[in-house]
């Protein structure tokens, strides 16, 4: 039977494309109230209920599901804004506590900046713990699976903590974690360590049970915020559609329909000169197979398919939705999850057991 998945804060649905990367399932529900989002959301799902504004919905009355997964705001959590934290109006973590202790799911999967590490997630264990979950946590960047932007956020997987542990009966699922230990997304297990930016991000794995509230490993000076961006090499221009894929969706535009204008979607060609950050576009146009749009749409301005590409997202996932404006666009993008480093975090924090029995 395939799993359900209920989708809090789905954006353009990242985070969600990665729980079925590797638990497979559909979505039985989606939650979002941005109206770019919605039209996103309803484009590439159009049977697929959007319960809109989480923090309205009564969760007595909707379908139970087996996985709830959501990238909820980071706004009152990041270092680009004022970091409020619990006083933030934008933080909505209590409904989504309250939603999970109705729908009780099989599995619970999060993401948010990293820098929510040293304010707020305390109350995010606390919280789970007390309704009665197990959880682990570690930090990824985007450049760990090669993206061209470092982009470290923090991935959190919850199960319920009276059961043996999800691994058990399904393989690929994370079993009971008794140790914290170190975590190596990056795949390159031989590269020496200390090595500086280039050194992968995810080093404590964490876990919280719910009996005794245990939490260990995990520390924030492992998973800096500060985001690795382009520098006046490539132009202001390419420096702000990174800045915008490091995302806190507040790019600014237009407020006009994005343009179908021919060439957006167009790579630059082999002569085009990324400089010292060659490298790294070339690395990523390897990893998702497609070489990077140009950065300039025909009047000169940020090209949202670059930002698409830069988030490791299908052609026109974003930007060929219609009626969407290219403020929307970039706004979605913004606020987004690479799908593939989302990928890679839930797939060493479900094999973390497997992992430490082999270190």
Known sequence: MSLRIGSLCTGYGGLDM???????GTPAWVSDNDPGASRILAHHYPHVPNLGDLTAVDWQQVEPVDVV???????PFSTAG??????????????IARALGV???????FENVAGHLSLGFDTVLANLAALGFDARWACVRASDVGAAHRRNRLFLLAWPGDT??????????????TVAHSLDVGGDRDRPRGT????PAARGLAVAHAGGRRFEGGSAGDCPESAQQFTDSVGPVVREAVADAEGDGRQQGRSEPARQQGGS???LGSGADWGPYTAAITRWEGVIGRPAPRPTDPLGRLNPPL????????????????????????????????????TAALHALMNADEAAAAA
Not at 18 to 24: D, H, I, K, S
Not at 69 to 75: E, N, R
Not at 171 to 177: D, I
């Open 164 to 177: 043996q542990g999800p691994g058990h009966g399904r393989q690929g699922l994370p079993g009971r974690l």
């Open 18 to 24: 990665a729980v079925q990367n590797v638990l497979g």
């Open 69 to 75: 997964c959501g990238g909820y705001p980071c706004q």
């Open 196 to 199: 500086g930016r280039d050194e």
């Open 265 to 267: 979607h167009a790579p």
């Open 103 to 109: 729908l009780r799911p099989r599995y619970a999967v």
């Open 307 to 342: 930002v698409e590409w830069l988030m490791g997202l299908p052609v026109g996932h974003v930007t060929d939705v219609p009626g969407l404006s290219r403020t929307a666009q970039l706004k979605a993008l913004g606020n987004g999850v690479v799908p593939q480093q989302a």
């Open 82 to 95: 004022k970091r409020k934290g619990v006083f933030d109006d934008r933080h909505i973590w209590p409904h």
